[in-house]
Nanobody, 127 residues
Framework: QLQLVESGGDLVQPGGSLRLSCAAS????????IGWFRQAPGKEREGVSC????????YYGDSVKGRFTISRGNDKNTMYLQMERLRPEDTAFYHC????????????????????WGQGTQVTVSS
């Protein structure tokens, strides 16, 4: 069974950068679509960025386009989210997730499409 563990969350000043990591165990991520999601207090979980397994189609939410970059590790067991020019509104609990194969929902980074989830890591952007 695939298990995911996030790391890298921290308190950072506006304009700063962070890189989140997600380590997989129990299986490699090679056959999975992967994604990063976030949830702020009082808000619904939203898709930040996802990569489709079949064609590497990459989705970014409008609020993070041009600032965040999702990637797979060369070891096929890790995924990353590089976050640049962070804003206070990026403050949230960030989760990585994976879905075997791909689907129309995972291509648009819908949380309901993903079946394996990490426990999350807190990102706080504040001066």
């Amino acid at each position: 069974q695939l298990q995911l563990v996030e790391s890298g969350g921290d308190l950072v000043q506006p304009g700063g950068s962070l890189r989140l990591s997600c380590a997989a165990s129990g299986s490699t991520l090679e056959s999975y679509s992967i994604g990063w999601f976030r949830q702020a207090p009082g808000k619904e979980r939203e898709g930040v960025s996802c990569i489709s397994n079949t064609d590497n189609y990459t989705y970014y939410g409008d609020s993070v386009k041009g600032r965040f970059t999702i990637s797979r590790g060369n070891d096929k067991n890790t995924m990353y989210l590089q976050m640049e020019r962070l804003r206070p509104e990026d403050t949230a609990f960030y989760h990585c997730a994976a879905e075997w194969g791909t689907s129309s929902l995972s291509r648009i980074c819908m949380p309901a499409a993903f079946t394996s989830w990490g426990q999350g890591t807190q990102v706080t952007v504040s001066s």
